[in-house]
């Protein structure tokens, strides 16, 4: 809030600090309109809890998600974004301009890019959520360290659940991949390297029923989807990547989305509400790469110039 008390008025205002609200920050500074970026609970996005990021293009050797995402953040502040350390609470997109409630104060805003990713989705069993934090985690990178030689399950088969498995290695006695399908989702890259990995190993046909332990994790329950057969299996962590779910709550019935809380875009990243873009996760359910994210959110701060261009003529 500015110092009279009336809400900041800006061009664009951008939701979310990950690849896409920073690239999108990016190339409306550079539009000279000034963008503010509301960061959002985890500045960088869930790109800035990745170790390594070893498929963006331009770092041959790899870089690190949060090296990365102060790159991007430095980058679009060099050409006048303003990024504040902020979370978005209510929208109102009736009508233009769009107001928008944070933390520290109101927001009106001439055009909307709304980046504010995706969260990981829960098992939802007995156990996971009194022992988060306490051995059961869904960031590696954030809690891996706190595993040496000890044992750890990951729970889920895509790309993620292997990525993250591998990079747990590095500290873990033993890593052991639960997956309910017969066979993994991931790419065929990281499947050689994860089964040819000596201190991987995987149950297939399973799915986990309860998190056991008191103060800390100490087993899980696991049914054999073909058999039916409750087995328990001690383990010290529990790592659980079964997908995602949109960060979109707060845009339920102003936005048109899918089935699954993903808000629908065109081929330009507009949104059912004129001068509203969306980029990244919150809106990319197919993809989810830090690429397409950035690039997602370039396209929409394009579109969104053009936008306040036309709408100003």
């Known amino acids: 809030?500015?110092?009279?008390?009336?809400?900041?008025?800006?061009?664009?205002?951008?939701?979310?600090?990950?690849?896409?609200?920073?690239?999108?920050?990016?190339?409306?500074?550079?539009?000279?309109?000034?963008?503010?970026?509301?960061?959002?609970?985890?500045?960088?996005?869930?790109?800035?809890?990745?170790?390594?990021?070893?498929?963006?293009?331009?770092?041959?050797?790899?870089?690190?998600?949060?090296?990365?995402?102060?790159?991007?953040?430095?980058?679009?502040?060099?050409?006048?974004?303003?990024?504040?350390?902020?979370?978005?609470?209510?929208?109102?997109?009736?009508?233009?301009?769009?107001?928008?409630?944070a933390d520290g104060g109101e927001y009106l805003a001439d055009s909307l890019i709304i980046?504010?990713?995706?969260?990981?989705?829960?098992?939802?069993?007995?156990?996971?959520?009194?022992?988060?934090?306490?051995?059961?985690?869904?960031?590696?990178?954030?809690?891996?360290?706190?595993?040496?030689?000890?044992?750890?399950v990951i729970i889920g088969g895509g790309d993620s659940a292997l990525e993250e498995g591998l990079f747990i290695t590095r500290y873990a006695s033993s890593?052991?991949?639960?997956?309910?399908?017969?066979?993994?989702?991931?790419?065929?890259?990281?499947?050689?390297r994860a089964k040819e990995h000596p201190r991987m190993n995987f149950i297939f046909n399973t799915v986990v029923t309860e998190v056991l332990g008191t103060e800390k994790v100490e087993a899980v329950?696991?049914?054999?989807?073909?058999?039916?057969?409750?087995?328990?299996?001690?383990?010290?962590?529990?790592?659980?990547f079964i997908g995602h779910t949109p960060n979109t709550q707060m845009f339920k019935g102003q936005l048109e989305m899918d089935n699954l809380g993903y808000i629908k875009i065109d081929d330009k990243m507009q949104t059912s509400t004129a001068g509203v873009f969306a980029a990244g996760e919150a809106a990319d359910s197919h993809f989810r790469q830090v690429v397409t994210s950035a690039g997602m959110g370039a396209a929409a701060a394009i579109e969104a110039t053009h936008f306040l261009e036309a709408s100003a003529g």
């Open 1 to 101: 809030m500015n110092s009279n008390g009336n809400a900041n008025h800006v061009k664009v205002l951008v939701l979310g600090s990950g690849p896409a609200g920073l690239s999108a920050a990016l190339y409306a500074a550079r539009a000279e309109l000034a963008p503010v970026v509301l960061t959002g609970i985890q500045l960088g996005g869930q790109a800035a809890l990745t170790y390594t990021i070893e498929n963006y293009p331009g770092f041959p050797e790899g870089v690190g998600g949060a090296q990365l995402g102060e790159l991007f953040q430095k980058q679009a502040e060099h050409f006048g974004a303003k990024v504040e350390f902020d979370t978005a609470s209510e929208v109102d997109l009736s009508q233009r301009p769009f107001k928008v409630k």
């Open 115 to 152: 980046s504010t990713g995706a969260d990981p989705n829960k098992l939802k069993v007995p156990g996971e959520e009194e022992l988060t934090g306490r051995g059961v985690s869904y960031c590696a990178t954030c809690d891996g360290w706190f595993f040496k030689e000890k044992k750890v």
């Open 175 to 192: 890593v052991t991949v639960i997956h309910r399908r017969a066979e993994f989702r991931a790419g065929p890259i990281l499947q050689v």
């Open 221 to 240: 329950r696991l049914k054999n989807l073909k058999t039916g057969d409750e087995t328990i299996f001690e383990t010290d962590g529990v790592f659980i």
